[in-house]
């Protein structure tokens, strides 16, 4: 097959590197790709990963079998759509059921409207609004721009003083939403309309800094194993949770294909919504595919063709994912620095690119995350790996949590 892997970080990476070790692969393109697997795969530059007529074209031209989205941004410009118009399966929703991840106001009141648990919200048009909504919430509480804000767009405000200031900053629409306590849970399943089948459960670090402080980032590290959680819990989150979402699409008339990727926070009052994504998550999913033991390529054609895969084959084993990222992300940093160590890291763990590129031969840093390293084994033995790759690698101002 003819393998289209559109998206540029350390989750594609991770995905690309299974998707060569398919038996029935023969040829993957990668759009537009970083600098990891010169050679091995086949790096499409010259099309904008968001031009969906564009790269409709060119895949008929190359007679692509199946493409798989990986990034957001070009599910919500409708790129899987383009593709299927001109017959080409793809592994991602359409530019319709991507709303999930692309307006939380949409996310709200699809949740409010199915009675699935989430946040009590509000929804306002604007900076002005959001002062006045606030005056009737106490503190914490939390502020979420709409659109897509990789990650960034949410603040949660400790005191009102804060929520003031976040709420002054907004350009456009947000949510005001209550504040949620617990323990966060990143549950993914792959679904076709209704049916669906879930993946290892995982648990992202958000916050930049150990102990969970500092800023909301895209994510630093994760853990993935079946550990995490009790099949009871899995069975509750199935059951008010995803199933729910899948027959509100569905009722919709924009059913769900795909990735459908639930944030919870789980509460003393049991799971609840914090986002969707509609597509995998980065770090969660480079630690998921070391657990994942099925044919990627398998799973992903199945499910772009319209069915569903009757199960999932998993190791038993936990898996560590660690970023490694540019200092001073996710505010301000430079780039353009030598990534030294990354063959010595592969020692220890998997190594996945994302935010690199060749410069005269040599992999620089190039944005934010720049590394995810990724490995199994128990807990303990998983997280020594990951770290005991990460010192191997160097660049100036390296920096990565040490709590993962
Ligand atoms: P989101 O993009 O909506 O997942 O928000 C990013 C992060 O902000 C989440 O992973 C949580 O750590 C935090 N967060 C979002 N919503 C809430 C909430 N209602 N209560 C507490 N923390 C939240
Ligand atoms: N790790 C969080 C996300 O992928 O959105």
Not at 25 to 34: E, F, I, R, V
Not at 46 to 56: L, R, S, V
Not at 97 to 114: C, N, P, T, V, Y
Request: hydrophobic fraction near 45%.
């Amino acid at each position: 097959m003819q393998v289209l892997l559109i998206g540029a970080g350390a989750r594609e990476n991770a995905l690309a590197a299974r998707l060569l070790e398919s038996p029935g692969l023969g040829k993957l393109y990668w759009l537009p790709g970083n600098a990891a697997l010169e050679g091995r795969v086949s790096k499409v530059r010259d099309i904008d990963p968001c031009d969906g007529p564009g790269i409709a074209t060119w895949a008929q031209r190359q007679a692509i079998d199946l493409a798989v989205i990986g990034p957001e941004a070009p599910l919500l410009a409708g790129v899987s759509d383009c593709l299927e118009e001109v017959g080409v399966p793809c592994f991602g929703p359409s530019r319709a059921a991507a709303r999930l991840e692309g307006s939380k106001a949409f996310a709200k009141d699809l949740l409010a409207q199915a009675g699935i648990p989430t946040a009590k919200y509000v929804k306002v048009s604007g900076a002005q609004e959001a002062l006045e909504a606030l005056e009737n919430w106490g503190a914490p509480v939390v502020i979420k721009a709409d659109g897509l804000a990789a990650g960034k767009g949410v603040t949660v405000a400790m005191t009102q003083e804060e929520a003031r200031k976040a709420a002054e900053e907004l350009t456009g629409p947000a949510v005001i939403e209550e504040y949620l306590e617990g323990k966060e849970l990143s549950f993914m399943v792959l679904a076709q309309g209704q049916e669906y089948v879930p993946l290892a459960p995982s648990r992202d670090h958000k916050r930049a800094g150990d102990g969970d402080t500092g800023p909301n980032t895209g994510g630093m590290g994760a853990l993935a194993g079946f550990g995490l959680i009790s099949q009871g819990l899995q069975q509750e989150i199935s059951c008010k949770i995803i199933k729910p979402t899948l027959a509100a699409m569905a009722k919709l008339g924009t059913p769900y294909k795909g990735v459908l990727y639930a944030g919870l926070m789980l509460t003393a009052q049991g799971p609840k919504v914090l986002e969707f994504n509609v597509r995998f998550g980065d770090p969660e999913t480079q630690a998921i595919l070391q657990l994942w033991e099925d044919d990627l390529l398998e799973v992903l054609n199945t499910i772009a063709r319209g069915g569903v895969p009757k199960g999932l084959l998993w190791s038993r084993d936990w898996a560590v994912s660690l970023v490694l990222a540019s200092g001073g992300y996710p505010g301000s940093f430079e780039t353009g620095y030598k990534i030294q160590g990354l063959e010595e890291a592969l020692e220890y763990a998997l190594v996945y690119q994302a935010g690199t590129k060749l410069t005269q031969g040599e992999i620089v840093t190039a944005a934010g995350r720049v590394i995810t390293l990724a490995a199994k084994g128990s807990l303990e033995l998983a997280r020594e790996k990951v770290y005991a790759a990460a010192s191997k690698i160097h660049f100036p101002g390296i920096h990565y949590r040490r709590d993962i």
